[in-house]
């Protein structure tokens, strides 16, 4: 599976940004599907996560309230809506896709494979 992330950009706080990630490959539907993010000079953290139907969904507290993920199994793509950006939410976005459990959905381990990120820049 390749992944391509785009959509993101300079965005002022409090406005929002759509993150797309375009797979190719098969068998997208039999991923759960994430998006990760690496602030500057930070690790990289968890975001969101969505299981292979859409039916299970997860946020990181950070975000809750203010991202949405869905995915678009017909398109073989995922995307995050992200509301209410602050600067705090500045860091390179990752798309990944990965064959494992879904109880392990937060964790970097749990994706086999990654996006090339895009940069969200917010500006106050």
């Known amino acids: 599976v390749q992944l391509q992330a785009s959509g993101g950009g300079l965005v002022l706080a409090g406005g929002s940004l759509k993150l797309s990630c375009a797979a190719s490959?098969?068998?997208?539907?039999?991923?759960?599907m994430g998006w990760f993010r690496q602030p500057p000079g930070k690790e990289r953290e968890f975001v969101a996560g969505?299981?292979?139907?859409?039916?299970?969904?997860n946020y990181a507290d950070s975000v809750k309230g203010r991202f949405t993920i869905s995915r678009d199994n017909a398109k073989n793509t995922v995307y995050v809506q992200m509301n209410s950006l602050g600067p705090e939410d500045t860091a390179v976005y990752y798309c990944?896709?990965?064959?494992?459990?879904?109880?392990?959905?937060?964790?970097?381990?749990?994706?086999?494979?990654w996006g090339q990120g895009t940069q969200l820049t917010v500006s106050s």
């Open positions: 490959g098969r068998s997208f539907s039999s991923y759960i």
């Open positions: 990944a896709a990965g064959a494992s459990a879904w109880r392990s959905y937060y964790s970097t381990n749990s994706y086999e494979y």
């Open positions: 969505i299981s292979w139907t859409g039916s299970r969904i």
